[in-house]
């Protein structure tokens, strides 16, 4: 027989209870996390959100409650009244450990069953079990944690931007495509067939009007949908700190974003202060081979393409330039470990791997008679590489103009190879901020050149007339944080002028039929007096996610979708009744309807 709650209260939680409450009496509420009989006594480590309190039945004592005791299993719901007592023997492993509760009654409120995987700080089971159960892996202390944390982190954002003198406004979720670079979520209207809702990538045009309407300093915690392939660092919904500001410098914008991000960290017991440092994209990728370096090693790249003859170019079949870093005390890398660093290096977009392995009975290379022994000294004082060291040069498959290609397969090997060396002090909280952006890049599925972050961002004065003759030159007022090697938002100083932005769209293809009806209310808007304005977006749930030391967004989302894009628990997304298809003026096509079957 199940007991009601009526109108017991709760004194305590659980994991508050401390030596100062013995000798009082508690209530406390929660899940049986451990049952241990010993006949006469009875243990039951009661969890609730805060930790776990043990709990004693003694049958000479309490014989009722004992019994009681004795029916419940893991995950129960139990109430307890008893008193706080100093335990003879402390346990120092858990926050409660100098004290228990002596029990004089055991409400049982629910019974549960046998949970599919125990309910423990380290889960063994499968991700794809946990998420399907996600209200039994949320009561894991572990997760738990990383909810309360994010809150607090999203709390103190909230705070910080209102200091600041930003104010929050809701933009839509029903709304138009918002051109962010990946597909849209559409929605169906019941009342118009055939038309369609987009949820919005971002609240970017919102942002903008927001600032024509003259409320020059708006942020929101918001969510916005990217129709993309998933990775670990990327969910299909996900939540941004969006700001934009009117009449602002781009130091203004760091400057409120340094706040947040030094409050913020706070909030998780980092300490971190400001200004960031900055760099130029094009130093990023020269040096780091990315555009999110990772700060907190070194490894740095090196050009070093006239260390390669021309002979040997064409030998290799290289066209463009070699980039090379040197991976410390690798030398006695094996022939095995460099074959499999080739393949990395192949898939990842190179033409060629090369080593030189300075080992203490003297340096070998792959290039060696290719490159003659002068320039193989050439390339490893390049790298400043040292005995025992392995210097590691790439050059890339394809040549695409404006980028470093080479450079960036060596960041993806750098990256691999600080990981596998130990190289990355994980103490370390590196910020950055990345400047000068080109404007486009070349998408090799459309064959042209596309915004590299969305056609809103603002253009280099004195590049727009290269907007029409030489895209890849044109340099963007956009920038970029970085932190620990993640890219946590971007942003940029934005076109106000109408004519600039319908120039820019042209550059990007678009005819002035599509202008008119993607952004021709948004181009209107431009023409009633727009002020200059920037802004930036900052990924919550990454910020989230490196402050709680994790490597999953999933593990600081609570009900996160799989890299399917599927929610587990909920079962979504799922087929809907016909009826409801109908309405929409929606009909299945039936290899698509076999398929979800
Ligand atoms: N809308 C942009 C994004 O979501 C951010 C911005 O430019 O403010 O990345």
Known sequence: MLDFLGNLKRTQYCGHLRAKDAGHDAIVMGWVAKRRDLGNLLFLDVRDRSGIVQVVFNKETDATAHAKAEQVRSEYVVAVEGKVVLRQKPNPEIGTGEVEIIASKLHILNNAKTPPFPIEEEVNAAEETRLRYRYLDMRRPKLHKNIVLRHKIVLEIRKVMDEMGFVEVETPMLTRSTPEGARDYLVPSRVHHGQFYALPQSPQIFKQILMIGGLDRYFQIVKCFRDEDLRADRQPEFTQLDLEMSFPRQEDIFGVIENVMVRACGVAGVTVSGPFPHMLYKDAVRKYGSDKPDLRFGMELHEVTDCFSDEAKQKLQIEGSIFAFTAPGASNYSRKQLDELTDKAKSAGARGAYFVKLAPEGTTSTVEKLIGADNLKKLTEACSAKPRDLVVAVSARQQIKGTEAAALVAGQLRLYLGDALGQIDRSQWKFLWITGFPLFEWSESDKQWVSAQHPFTGIVEEDIDKLETAPWDVRSKG???????????????????????????????????????????????????????????LGVDRIAMLLSGEKSLREV???PKTTAAQDLMADSPSLVDQVQLDQLGIAIKADAKKAAE
Request: charged share 20%; hydrophobic share 40%; aromatic share 12%.
């Open 479 to 537: 920038y970029d944080i970085v932190l620990n090697g993640y890219e946590l938002g971007s942003g940029s100083i934005r076109i106000h002028r109408q004519d600039i932005q319908e120039r820019l769209f042209k550059a990007l293809g678009l005819t002035e039929q599509q202008l008119r009806s993607r952004f021709g209310f948004f181009i209107d808007a431009l023409t009633y007096g727009t002020p200059p304005h920037g802004g930036i977006a």
């Open 557 to 559: 989302i609570a009900f």
